[in-house]
């Protein structure tokens, strides 16, 4: 990310300052395999586009990031990582993978993680922090970590990017660092795209199941659209209509065939319980902000009012339901 010299150029940090300083601007990360009287590190982090941009070093033979270091300080971003000197291994969700000079990474802060220096020598790597709902709107799913791209090839348009963005950071307008970190998650999602047909099909049933998670949690909020779906998914509004027209069917469409049969149960209930529960608090605790809106959509949906829904509607309510939930099953 920049010339090594201009890096080596900044202090030698010991042991705990090394540690204190890359908990200050990374999270809990603890070196280990070293003696800490024999530990010598460097750190430094700076804005590159409004993103955080660190660079480490250190001679230790691992660095560590555990389950409780997580929980701690509960860092939710990504990092792509580039190994800029020596050779390392990265540990995460039980996979491993080598990094070599010139290779790029994308590495989970939200998720325990293990750098192992292969060859034992001084350590050199240049970060760039990821916010997690800005890379997944890009990426479109949520990546497996660690990800890895060998080569020059993969990684040499994205730290050009990175080098003219540092060089011209104090001359950019506002807008024109906007743009150039549209480029940047661009480039990264060229780069991270997953290349097996069936790795993407899982990454997105999860993502659709994660979305489906989240209008159950919210959908008896009238103010909750699509934006709102999209922006709690951390994904595009556009990357969430592609999800539901791949399966014949809209955001909008979903969001109230879940209202319309939450509002079915509810009546079921009033029915068989014969309460006096007003129909017009049943369609706002669905989700309905206008109750003539709820009883034209809930005729439409079912073929009565709501008024004359009863438990013996129950078996034909299940009938119109199947629509809803063939794409809620497994929730």
Not at 243 to 251: E, H, I, V, Y
Request: glycine share 6%; proline share 4%.
């Amino acid at each position: 990310m920049h010339s090594r010299g201009d890096f080596l150029s900044t202090p030698n940090l010991d042991y705990e300052a090394w540690r204190d300083t890359v908990r200050s601007i990374c999270g809990r990360y603890t070196p280990g395999g070293i003696e800490p009287n024999t530990f010598s590190g460097k750190a430094r982090v700076r804005s590159i586009c409004g993103l955080k941009a660190v660079e480490l070093s250190s001679n230790a033979h691992c660095l560590e990031r555990t389950h409780q270091d997580v929980r701690v300080d509960a860092r939710d971003h990504y990092y792509a990582i580039f190994q800029m000197t020596g050779q390392s291994r990265i540990i995460q969700n039980d996979r491993n993978v080598v990094l070599k000079v010139g290779d790029v990474a994308l590495v989970d802060a939200a998720r325990p993680v293990t750098y192992v220096s292969e060859k034992g020598s001084d350590q050199w790597w240049g970060s760039l922090q990821l916010p997690r709902r800005s890379l997944l709107s890009h990426l479109g799913l949520d990546p497996r970590c660690p990800s890895r791209r060998s080569g020059a090839a993969a990684a040499r348009p994205l730290r050009q990017l990175l080098q003219d963005a540092v060089e011209d950071e104090q001359s950019m307008s506002v807008s024109a660092k906007a743009y150039m970190r549209l480029a940047l998650y661009d480039l990264l999602g060229a780069i991270f795209a997953p290349s097996d047909p069936e790795d993407t099909s899982v990454h997105t049933e999860k993502l659709f199941a994660r979305v489906r998670d989240i209008i159950k949690d919210h959908f008896s909020n009238p103010g909750f659209g699509p934006c709102e779906v999209a922006a709690e998914a951390g994904i595009s509004l556009r990357y969430l209509q592609k999800l539901f027209t791949a399966r014949n069917s809209t955001c909008s469409h979903f969001i109230q065939s879940v209202r319309l049969d939450h509002a079915a149960r509810l009546l079921e209930r009033r029915s068989f319980l014969k309460t006096s529960q007003p129909i017009s608090e049943i369609a706002y605790a669905s989700g309905f902000g206008d109750y003539t809106n709820f009883s034209r959509k809930f005729r439409r949906r079912f073929g009565h009012t709501p008024g004359s829904h009863s438990e013996d509607h129950f078996e034909s309510g299940r009938f119109c339901a199947a629509e809803t939930a063939s794409l809620v099953h497994d929730v």
